[in-house]
């Protein structure tokens, strides 16, 4: 079996008892970054990894943190969102500065995915009235049109923008029926029926490292089982992968030349796969959220969280047990 061998290069205390939410990223200079979000909503934290400073702190509070997502803007800013009870907050996330001009308050919002439409950058949120809602990255402007349905009496709780190889891309969400939504992000017409996917409701979607010529998804469920997805057609690929655990958060990532997804729960234990295949990689990290930068040079930076408000930084790399 193949490994993914980890080296600890930061530990960073968020100052609370309890675990918080991580979301690593590389800035345009390389300088790596780290933004901290507290479950209940209470605070946001940035830190800067290659120093182990804090950054800014905003401890105003929302009405709790669903979930978050980093924005990149042409410009080089970066914005980060944050999904509450109510709906969704906006930062500047290199300066700190919150955006209350930008905030949208009509539902709760569980789940957020950054994308690319049209050439300018989105947010996509999950709404606990069924729909799948859109602002501009830029402006934070609602997109018209303003949302996509997941059916009547459901609930969207996980969403995903998922490229595809040769057009815009593709909207994919899941409710809490176990039932998976494509639509087209132009038109905004549903591609298909929706799938009956997992046997519970779907936690989280994740767009997969594009492979040659194809384009996957992963989903989790209620009891942490993890299904990949074709994105053009829907159907399933390869088995169910088991955690066995609540999870918490998913990430993927290029390390080595192998597309790696990782899962991380309840139990504190960071597992990772071969997104292409489903084969497992031996990792022995602990955690209950992971999270890898999107883009970034040079070595695999792996953030994880534990349940005690640490958040620990590694550089990895894909070896042969």
């Known amino acids: 079996m193949r490994e993914l061998a980890v080296r600890e290069i ?7 008892g309890h675990s ?18 507290v479950p209940d909503g209470s605070e946001f934290q940035f830190w800067d990894v290659r120093t182990g400073e804090l950054a800014w702190r905003d401890g105003e509070g929302v009405s709790g943190c669903n979930d978050t997502a980093l924005v990149r803007l042409p410009d080089g800013g970066l914005s980060l969102a944050a999904a ?58 609602a997109l018209e049109p303003p949302r996509f349905e997941a059916g009547a ?19 994919v969400a899941g ?68 955690t066995g655990t609540y999870v918490f958060a998913l990430a993927t990532a290029g390390v080595d030349g192998t597309d790696l997804l990782l899962a991380a729960g309840a139990d504190e234990v960071v597992r990772a796969w071969d997104a292409g295949t489903g084969e497992p990689i031996g990792l022995a ?11 970034g040079s040079g070595a695999t930076l792996l953030a994880t969280s534990t349940a005690r408000g640490e958040i620990v930084v590694y550089e990895c790399g894909i070896r042969s047990a």
């Not at 989280?204 to 057609?233: C, N």
């Open 10 to 16: 930061r530990r960073i205390s968020a100052g609370f």
């Open 20 to 37: 918080v939410g991580p979301l690593l990223e590389v800035g345009q200079d390389g300088q790596v970054l780290v933004f901290v979000s």
């Open 84 to 141: 509450t009870e109510d709906g969704v907050e906006w930062w500047d996330a290199f300066t700190g500065r919150h955006r209350p001009e930008r905030a949208w308050e009509e539902t709760t919002v569980w789940a957020l995915s950054a994308g690319q439409l049209g050439g300018r950058p989105v947010l996509l949120g999950a709404g606990n009235d069924g729909s799948v809602y859109g602002w501009d990255g830029n402006s934070g402007a």
């Open 153 to 171: 009496g459901s609930s969207a709780m996980a969403v995903a923008y998922v490229p595809l190889p040769s057009e815009e891309g593709v909207i």
């Open 175 to 242: 409710d809490d029926a176990g039932r998976l939504w494509r639509w087209d992000p132009v038109t905004g017409d549903l591609l298909g029926e929706p799938t009956a996917g997992p046997a519970s409701k779907v936690r989280i979607i994740k767009a997969l490292p594009p492979a040659v010529g194809t384009s996957l998804f992963v989903s989790s469920d209620q009891e942490g089982i993890l299904q990949r997805w074709d994105t053009e057609t829907g159907a399933p690929v390869g088995p169910a992968m088991e």
């Open 285 to 295: 990290v602990q955690g209950v959220a992971v999270s890898i930068p999107a883009r």
